[in-house]
């Protein structure tokens, strides 16, 4: 194998793939990216029989080959080069990395180890990237990091009619978020991991294509897959958790109530809750500590119903607001521990809905 291609381009490529596949203590075959010249240019792929991935990469093809390297290390060492192009060599047991004035091999892995291609389920739908992205982005971070539950560290995809519905939980707060198909609606019903979910929104772009069977979910786009087995957790539902008893609504701007949690929960106690006090144009955040003494902010709203006043952990609180930005947002209070529903005023083409449980406050 023999080929030459512009430095920052391959760097991406390598950096995209080491990040899809994780290290595999053991088994370096596992952890390795195999890297294809012929025609095309040059393919990165890997399989680690949980995930795998192939991505395209523009190449100058000199000698047409195959060879099977550390992902980690091969991303490594394009990221530190800042040469224009690159030339990748297979130099007997090594791969040469050459640039000018520089040398840098790094040894081949058995091929006959690596589990090889995966072959990516049916196409079920497509969406569009730039709205994927953004639901991604509100829900995934959701998703419990607790790899003892691991039912909780995913995101639930499911096609609902002509729309595309994700939903995370950490058990003590969840994120749903809906979009429209671009095209298709047969049936998707999978828990894909959060991790992978973020990696890929931040990667994919353009018409995205998904694809899912019973034990697989994968993402297509621009020529690049990648794969991954799914979780189990259809029990994984928005429609579990009773919303239909609002007492109190609050309409008002999220940055405005997010700014104002942030500046009062300095003062909290140890357990950051501040309480949301209800007036009949505004509401009161209030916190007191011995160290750092006190604080008091009123956020202008329009409220109707009760005069119900929840209380939240401030880190909580506003993970809750941070995906509605700008934008006017409507809560609505449940008596007692009954969740407090999050949604915005005017919804845009993905719609956002965020459930938070209230602590009670010492």
Same mark, same amino acid.
């Given at each position: 194998?023999? +080929?030459?291609?512009?430095?920052?381009?391959?760097?991406?490529?390598?950096?995209?793939?080491?990040?899809?596949?994780?290290?595999?203590?053991?088994?370096?075959?596992?952890?390795?990216?195999?890297?294809?010249?012929?025609?095309?240019?040059?393919?990165?792929?890997?399989?680690?029989?949980?995930?795998?991935?192939? =991505?395209?990469?523009?190449?100058?093809?000199?000698?047409?080959?195959?060879?099977?390297?550390?992902?980690?290390?091969?991303?490594?060492?394009?990221?530190?080069?800042?040469?224009?192009?690159?030339?990748?060599? /297979?130099?007997?047991?090594?791969?040469?990395?050459?640039?000018?004035?520089?040398?840098?091999?790094?040894?081949?892995?058995?091929?006959?180890?690596?589990?090889?291609?995966?072959?990516?389920?049916?196409?079920?739908?497509?969406?569009?990237?730039?709205?994927?992205?953004?639901?991604?982005?509100?829900?995934?971070?959701?998703?419990?990091?607790?790899?003892? +539950?691991?039912?909780?560290?995913?995101?639930?995809?499911?096609?609902?009619?002509?729309?595309?519905?994700?939903?995370?939980?950490?058990?003590?707060?969840?994120?749903?978020?809906?979009?429209?198909?671009?095209?298709?609606?047969?049936? =998707?019903?999978?828990?894909?991991?959060?991790?992978?979910?973020?990696?890929?929104?931040?990667?994919?772009?353009?018409?995205?294509?998904?694809?899912?069977?019973?034990?697989?979910?994968?993402?297509?786009?621009?020529?690049?897959?990648?794969?991954?087995?799914?979780?189990?957790?259809?029990?994984?539902?928005?429609?579990?958790?009773?919303?239909?008893? /609002?007492?109190?609504?609050?309409?008002?701007?999220?940055?405005?109530?997010?700014?104002?949690?942030?500046?009062?929960?300095?003062?909290?106690?140890?357990?950051?809750?501040?309480?949301?006090?209800?007036?009949?144009?505004? /509401?009161?955040?209030?916190?007191?500590?011995?160290?750092?003494?006190?604080?008091?902010?009123?956020?202008?709203?329009?409220?109707?119903?009760?005069?119900?006043?929840?209380?939240?952990?401030?880190?909580?609180?506003?993970?809750?607001?941070?995906?509605?930005?700008?934008?006017?947002?409507?809560?609505?209070?449940?008596?007692?521990?009954?969740?407090?529903?999050?949604?915005?005023?005017?919804?845009?083409?993905?719609?956002?809905?965020?459930?938070?449980?209230?602590? /009670?406050?010492?």
């Amino acid at each position: 194998m023999d +080929l030459t291609a512009t430095c920052r381009t391959l760097s991406e490529a390598a950096s995209a793939a080491a990040r899809l596949l994780p290290v595999k203590y053991g088994n370096a075959a596992l952890s390795g990216v195999l890297l294809e010249a012929g025609a095309a240019g040059l393919t990165l792929s890997g399989n680690d029989h949980e995930r795998a991935a192939r =991505l395209h990469c523009a190449a100058t093809v000199h000698t047409d080959g195959a060879a099977l390297v550390p992902a980690a290390a091969l991303a490594e060492t394009l990221r530190m080069l800042d040469a224009p192009q690159v030339r990748l060599v /297979v130099e007997g047991s090594r791969l040469a990395v050459r640039v000018p004035g520089a040398r840098f091999a790094l040894p081949l892995l058995d091929r006959d180890l690596h589990p090889g291609a995966v072959a990516p389920p049916e196409k079920v739908a497509e969406v569009d990237g730039a709205l994927l992205a953004r639901a991604l982005r509100s829900v995934a971070g959701t998703a419990s990091r607790d790899e003892t +539950l691991p039912v909780f560290t995913g995101v639930r995809m499911r096609l609902v009619g002509d729309r595309l519905e994700l939903v995370a939980s950490d058990r003590y707060r969840m994120a749903i978020a809906s979009m429209p198909v671009v095209s298709g609606y047969s049936e =998707l019903d999978a828990l894909v991991p959060a991790t992978l979910l973020t990696e890929l929104g931040k990667q994919a772009s353009g018409p995205i294509g998904l694809h899912a069977d019973r034990n697989r979910f994968a993402l297509s786009w621009s020529g690049n897959v990648a794969s991954t087995a799914v979780l189990d957790g259809g029990f994984l539902s928005a429609e579990a958790i009773p919303t239909g008893q /609002v007492d109190t609504a609050l309409e008002l701007n999220a940055e405005a109530l997010a700014a104002a949690v942030r500046r009062v929960s300095f003062f909290a106690d140890g357990l950051r809750a501040l309480t949301l006090e209800v007036g009949d144009n505004q /509401v009161r955040l209030a916190s007191t500590r011995d160290q750092t003494g006190e604080a008091e902010e009123f956020v202008k709203a329009d409220v109707s119903g009760g005069r119900t006043s929840p209380s939240f952990q401030a880190k909580y609180l506003l993970d809750a607001l941070q995906p509605f930005a700008d934008r006017d947002i409507r809560l609505e209070f449940q008596p007692g521990k009954r969740a407090t529903v999050l949604r915005e005023v005017t919804p845009g083409e993905v719609e956002l809905k965020y459930l938070l449980m209230p602590i /009670v406050a010492r």
